[in-house]
């Protein structure tokens, strides 16, 4: 027996106490459910009878409108049942308005394993935060059903969920193959330049590009290396992570930006150059003008630095001629070299 005021404790002593109990504790632990002050504890116990009939009571708790410490325990009681029905009862409230309810569902589900996975699938298609938390949940699993790998693919370029998907389907049989057949599709968002879209697009061509460089095509890699000019920086910069990717296919075309005049183009080439394995000694003069760019100088003294002091000469030129911050970064690198 159980009784308001007793010390948390005593409280949880007794939960596991009937919880061990297994199906002879769920009636006694199901008095104290609708007590305010003991319902939290009352579904521990539930919980850990890893019993049957402790769902539908659980799942009761969790689409009722209790407190919303008592539904996170709910939720995380549910996980401690591995059923299907428990799955199921978890899987609706993904999207729950509790963020605490939303996370326990989930974790609970990615507990359960194969059963949470099969639970979720349904919900990568209805879209906003219950997809999200669908992907999440496959994301850390064992393994993806191959069905799941176009729900996940089409969520590769919304934002919240596209982390999530993509590690998912590293985990699909054949999901990453899949995700090529939008290379083109991706590009041409990444070129329409639509804000969040053109980033998500973006970010996903490089996952791909780091994945699987044989999903691009020569056209698909001139047009990803175009897409270098990019006016917007983070786009700029998953497409630079991409081209080095996918080197040396379209590298003559990044070398010949770096030296263009585009200024844009000439940011994104140097970024996609400076983070290759081999230095490009060739590129010195590029590299210490591109000192003197607020979008690129970074990776400039990067790439600089590895090509270390056979750069200097190129380097004091570029200081001497810009002053101000390209003088500072140039200064900074001769220090490193004595």
Not at 145 to 163: F, H, S, Y
Request: proline share 4%; charged share 20%; aromatic share 4%.
């Amino acid at each position: 027996m159980m009784a308001a005021g007793l010390p948390a404790v005593v409280c949880w002593s007794v939960a596991n106490a009937l919880g061990a109990q297994g199906e002879r504790g769920v009636a006694p632990a199901l008095r104290y459910l609708d007590d305010p002050d003991l319902a939290l504890f009352a579904c521990a116990a539930l919980g850990r009878t890893r019993s049957l009939a402790a769902i539908d009571p659980l799942a009761g708790a969790l689409d009722g409108e209790k407190r919303a410490m008592v539904r996170e325990a709910a939720a995380e009681a549910l996980g401690m049942i591995h059923d299907a029905r428990a799955a199921e009862a978890l899987a609706r409230h993904l999207d729950d308005a509790e963020p605490g309810v939303r996370r326990n569902a989930a974790l609970s589900l990615h507990s359960m394993g194969a059963r949470g996975v099969a639970a979720v699938a349904p919900h990568l298609s209805r879209g906003g935060v219950a997809a999200t938390q669908a992907a999440y949940v496959m994301a850390l699993s064992g393994g993806v059903p191959e069905a799941c790998g176009p729900a996940l693919v089409a969520l590769l370029t919304v934002g919240d969920a596209m982390t999530w998907a993509a590690t998912a389907l590293e985990k699909t049989p054949g999901g990453v193959a899949l995700a090529a057949g939008r290379v083109s599709e991706w590009l041409a968002l990444v070129e329409g330049g639509e804000g969040a879209w053109a980033a998500a697009a973006a970010w996903s061509l490089a996952w791909l590009a780091r994945r699987r460089p044989a999903g691009f095509d020569d056209g698909q890699v001139e047009r990803l290396v175009r897409a270098l000019a990019s006016r917007d920086g983070y786009v700029r910069a998953r497409v630079s992570e991409a081209a080095v990717a996918l080197a040396p296919r379209g590298l003559d075309a990044v070398r010949a930006l770096a030296r263009g005049d585009d200024a844009a183009a000439r940011g994104g080439a140097v970024e996609a150059l400076a983070q290759r394995a081999e230095a490009e000694p060739g590129l010195t003069e590029v590299f210490a003008e591109a000192l003197a760019d607020e979008g690129c100088a970074v990776w400039a003294a990067h790439a600089l630095e590895r090509i270390g002091p056979s750069a200097r000469a190129a380097v004091e030129r570029a200081g001497a001629r810009h002053g101000g911050e390209a003088a500072v970064r140039a200064r900074r690198l001769l220090e490193r070299w004595g």
